[in-house]
């Protein structure tokens, strides 16, 4: 099993950046799949990026192109996303999660299938 932990959220102001931080405990197995979600208050859950640990392939929600970067660490079952010029609109929960490469680099109805974070709170202020 596999257990994200994300770590680096907070609150700052319109056009500021935060950068948070997933990583992962337990055994990977195979090809691996580490990307961003993110929960409004009163919307569903939405991708935000995706980047597959063999071979760093990025993968980008159209929100967060431009704006967001995720990267990977020399230790592979660490991922970051770098959020710059953060907007209102970008208040969420944010959730890093894990999942086998098959499932594609964009799950949207394998949820269940996905080893998920807690989360940790972006608030950004106008």
């Known amino acids: 099993q596999v257990q994200p932990v994300e770590s680096g959220g907070g609150s700052v102001h319109s056009g500021g950046s935060l950068r948070l931080s997933c990583a992962l405990s337990?055994?990977?197995?195979?090809?691996?799949?580490m990307g961003w979600f993110r929960q409004a208050p009163r919307k569903q859950r939405e991708w935000v990026a995706t980047?597959?640990?063999?071979?760093?392939?990025?993968y980008y929600a159209d929100f967060a192109k431009g704006r967001f970067a995720i990267s990977q660490a020399n230790v592979k079952n660490t991922v970051y996303l770098q959020m710059n010029s953060l907007k209102p609109e970008d208040t969420a929960i944010y959730y890093c999660?894990?999942?086998?490469?098959?499932?594609?680099?964009?799950?949207?109805?394998?949820?269940?299938?996905?080893?998920w974070g807690q989360g940790t709170q972006v608030t950004v202020s106008s």
């Open positions: 980047i597959t640990t063999d071979d760093g392939a990025e």
């Open positions: 999660a894990a999942w086998r490469r098959s499932l594609g680099f964009a799950p949207i109805d394998d949820q269940a299938k996905m080893n």
């Open positions: 337990g055994n990977t197995g195979g090809p691996v799949c």
